[in-house]
Nanobody, 126 residues
Framework: QLQLVESGGGLVQPGGSLRLSCATS????????IGWFRQAPGKEREGVSCISNPIGSTNYANSVKGRFTISRDNAKNTVYLQMNSLTLEDTAIYYC???????????????????WGQGTQVTVSS
């Protein structure tokens, strides 16, 4: 059974950091692309970052470039999103999603992703 499970969300002050994890199972992680998306109340879903395999190429939304870093651990079938210099505008539910088989660079269009996790809440507040 294919699963994606997010963790690591929470409450953080502006300027703080969080690291989200997306643990996956049920598909061949090595050739997958994993993306992070977020949705704030009253706003549309936004693609945040993605990473493909085995090349490991990455893609970032302009709003998070230089602050967020995506990485993957193929031995643990897990993708991480390190989020630094968080702002109030980063408050959202964060979801990870998978394209089980992808060659080439990943994209930030949610419609490209087949499987989704349940999400983890990130709240940035003073």
């Amino acid at each position: 059974q294919l699963q994606l499970v997010e963790s690591g969300g929470g409450l953080v002050q502006p300027g703080g950091s969080l690291r989200l994890s997306c643990a996956t199972s049920g598909f061949t992680f090595t050739y997958s692309a994993i993306g992070w998306f977020r949705q704030a109340p009253g706003k549309e879903r936004e693609g945040v970052s993605c990473i493909s395999n085995p090349i490991g190429s990455t893609n970032y939304a302009n709003s998070v470039k230089g602050r967020f870093t995506i990485s993957r651990d193929n031995a643990k079938n897990t993708v991480y999103l390190q989020m630094n210099s968080l702002t109030l505008e980063d408050t959202a539910i964060y979801y990870c999603a998978a394209i089980p088989l992808l060659s080439g660079r990943c994209n930030l269009s949610g419609n490209s992703y087949t499987y989704w996790g349940q999400g983890t809440q990130v709240t940035v507040s003073s």
